[in-house]
């Protein structure tokens, strides 16, 4: 060929290679710009306090798509990435010219696709933008979208959004979510097979699923492994090794620990894609394995809920909702950690700090558990139906015995303990609305297990309650550390050794709720066992059934108890060398000298004819209510709405018609007394 012609030729290659290049350049501008926020969307992670994931959520779609970055991936997996997919990653501009020339030969060569030529970059913007038909345009638009990716994000950006956006199979995007599925494991540390099967299946994730098509997935895999060796990635002991390794024959459930916080979490902030908790990941997942171990052995029904809070900030170290979250037959999705149930015994130490706080009693008064009668009808007895006679304030709390638990309540004033604790944070539920009764020094009302488990912390803080209800308290730092002292001395269960912990127990009437609460200096733990239906359970009591789950979760905790030093102002004497109103407790008449408040009339129990109600005396007068003791002015109440306020200890009341009523009466201390009459 002549020059000339030489020259034609290049002149029309040229000619053809800037009209390509315009039309390319063209066809570019007419893209859409490229929509990120879906590839962006990602599975919403519930994190504990180090970081670690207690929960993942599927997207609205169904996908598991969880955050990821090359940066928290297994280095070895990125090398084994790279030298399988796109070995010049690191260098080009979003598409590989080798890449494509070694496919375009490959292809002249034998006839067909051997190979694709596809860079990382390439595959996330096939990702990012799907196209239903493989066909030149939409490779065109793929290598084009690819350059695009890459100068709007950067390659470090690129990658992550294809570790994030790789396919898995089935509802399974990005590496983390296939590691977790398959593996059990986050992908920070794998194995060299673990890593090469991660690599081979987004090339094909259906057909090479290792929980369907096994012999696939290991046949690719060893691809991998083989391309990894050949690069110098392993030696050839480790790809002996890893070639030996099965492949995974099933799907492992993605982690659920601490289902019911994790679910609240969510729904308190819907738009934020990673929560993270104050709980401990490894505490909370051993102590979901003890609740379900343990309610496991108690009955088929029966669940258990734990709370363990960090006595120094208040916050929640586990929260252990149920004795299963999936387990249908003990009702796991309810979270008896915020069930509103009857504490028993458990409010008795809250009691006994009231009053040594008000200087009524002191850990070595004497109290007499007699039978004794309260009220017209109140008569409480101790849970083994027997009485130990006069004991020490120290033996009763410790023995848990009601009628001296209730004599302190007497003097301390029903309506101000519950007004005390609802002042310290608890959100206490007195039944229907009624007005607090000696009772609830027994467990007559209801609170959760959260609640109560503040309340118990507020003692092992000398008093002085945790976040959020920092700045109240619930004692004095000499009234919390009697408790404490007290409560250490409780005989523990057979599974523990004495003077450990500081700890209480509490059964509900009926046998409906077992509880048993523990603390030291550092962390407070609160136990519940029951039925979450409220139906009762036949031998459920505190002791026996919630304080050995107690002190395994002490022991789970690990370390040595400690507790705070005597404060100096407590008075560590015996009975004799206290000051005489504190020797005994005197039912009759408290230290100040004002006697007790009580309904002189009517007496509980009494019936009281409609007619003559409303025509009392014969100067239409009602129900006339009588009291004795007490400070006034005196409040009076029916069904806990008030109804007179007055200075005098007698008041009437005209019923509106028949039926039950409740009469209580409160002074200005805050001390109160009820009866129940029927109105006929």
């Known amino acids: ?19 390509g290049l315009l039309a390319l350049l063209i066809y570019a501008a007419s893209l859409p710009p490229l929509d990120l926020h879906a590839a962006q969307a990602r599975s919403v992670v519930v994190l504990d306090r180090s970081g670690d994931l207690l929960r993942p959520f599927a997207t609205q779609d169904g996908r598991w798509r969880l955050p990821v970055s090359a940066a928290t991936v297994d280095p070895r997996y990125l090398a084994m990435l790279r030298a399988y997919e796109d070995r010049r990653f690191d260098s080009h501009i979003g598409i590989d010219p080798l890449a494509v020339l070694r496919a375009a030969s490959q292809g002249l060569r034998h006839g067909r696709i051997v190979s694709g030529g596809s860079t990382l970059s390439m595959q996330v913007a096939r990702l990012v933008e799907p196209r239903a038909r493989r066909s030149a345009s939409a490779k065109l638009r793929q ?33 983390r979510a296939a590691s977790l599925a398959y593996f059990g494991r986050e992908p920070a540390r794998l194995t060299p097979a673990q890593a090469a099967l991660l690599v081979a299946l987004p090339q094909s994730p259906e057909t090479r699923r290792p929980d369907r098509f096994p012999e696939r997935a290991r046949a690719a895999r060893n ?15 480790e790809a002996a090794q890893a070639r030996a390794e099965p492949v995974p024959a099933a799907r492992q459930p993605f982690p659920m620990l601490a289902a019911h916080a994790a679910e609240e979490a969510v729904a308190a902030e819907p738009a934020n894609p990673v929560i993270r908790l104050s709980l401990d990941g490894r505490l909370q997942a ?12 108690a009955g088929p029904v029966l669940s258990t809920a734990i709370v363990v809070i960090d006595n120094r900030d208040g916050r929640l170290l586990a929260r252990v909702g149920s004795a299963g979250y999936l387990d249908a037959s003990r009702r796991g999705a309810i979270d008896m950690t915020r069930a509103v149930r009857s504490p028993g015994s458990a409010l008795k130490p809250f009691v006994y700090a009231m009053a040594f706080e008000a200087g009524l009693a002191h850990p070595e008064t004497l109290i007499e558990d007699r039978p004794s009668r309260f009220s017209a009808s109140y008569a409480p007895e101790n849970f083994d139906m027997t009485f130990q006679g006069t004991v020490t304030a120290r033996r009763a709390l410790q023995l848990s015995l009601n009628v001296p638990a209730v004599a302190l309540m007497e003097a301390v004033g029903p309506a101000r303990f519950v007004a005390h604790l609802r002042a310290a944070g608890a959100d206490l539920r007195l039944p229907r609305e009624a007005a607090p009764g000696l009772p609830v020094a027994l467990g007559g009302l209801g609170l959760t297990l959260t609640d109560l488990a503040r309340l118990y912390a507020g003692l092992a803080r000398d008093g002085q309650m945790p976040p959020p209800a920092a700045g109240k308290r619930i004692a004095g730092d000499v009234a919390a550390w009697y408790v404490t002292d007290i409560l250490r001395g409780t005989p523990p269960p057979d599974n523990a050794l004495p003077n450990r912990i500081a700890y209480k127990t509490g059964t509900s009437f009926g046998y409906r709720d077992a509880w048993a609460v523990g ?3 550092r962390v407070t ?7 979450a239906d409220g139906a009762p359970v036949p031998g459920l009591v505190g002791r026996i059934v919630a304080a050995p789950i107690l002190f395994d979760a002490f022991a789970r905790y690990g370390g040595d108890p400690v507790f705070g030093p005597r404060p100096a102002d407590a008075l560590a004497v015996a009975n004799a060398a206290l000051p005489p109103p504190l020797r005994r407790l005197n039912r009759d008449e408290p230290p100040d000298g004002t006697p007790i408040l009580r309904i002189a009339y009517p007496p509980d129990g009494a019936r009281v004819d409609l007619g003559l109600a409303a025509h009392a005396g014969g100067a239409g007068e009602g129900v006339i ?16 709405q008030p109804v007179s306020r007055t200075i005098r200890r007698q008041s009437a009341w005209v019923p509106e018609g028949a039926g039950f009523a409740r009469i209580s009466v409160l002074d200005a201390t805050g001390a109160s007394d009820s009866v129940a009459v029927r109105i006929e």
């Open 1 to 19: 060929m002549r020059k000339s012609g030489w020259l034609i030729l290049i002149r029309v290659c040229a000619a053809l290679s800037v009209i």
């Open 143 to 175: 290598a084009l979208r690819a350059v695009s990716l890459e100068r709007q994000l950067g390659k470090a950006a690129v990658l992550d959004l294809y570790l994030a956006l790789a396919p898995f199979g089935g509802s399974l995007e990005g590496v």
């Open 223 to 237: 691809r991998v492994i083989d391309i990894a060796l050949s690069r110098g990635l392993l030696r050839d002991d």
């Open 286 to 297: 051993s102590l979901e394995a003890l609740a379900a171990e343990r309610a496991a052995s």
């Open 519 to 521: 603390y030291d200096r």
């Open 525 to 531: 733990v609160a136990v519940w066992a029951g039925r």
């Open 625 to 640: 209510l009588k009291a004795s003791g007490g400070v006034p002015p005196l409040t009076w109440m029916i069904d806990g």
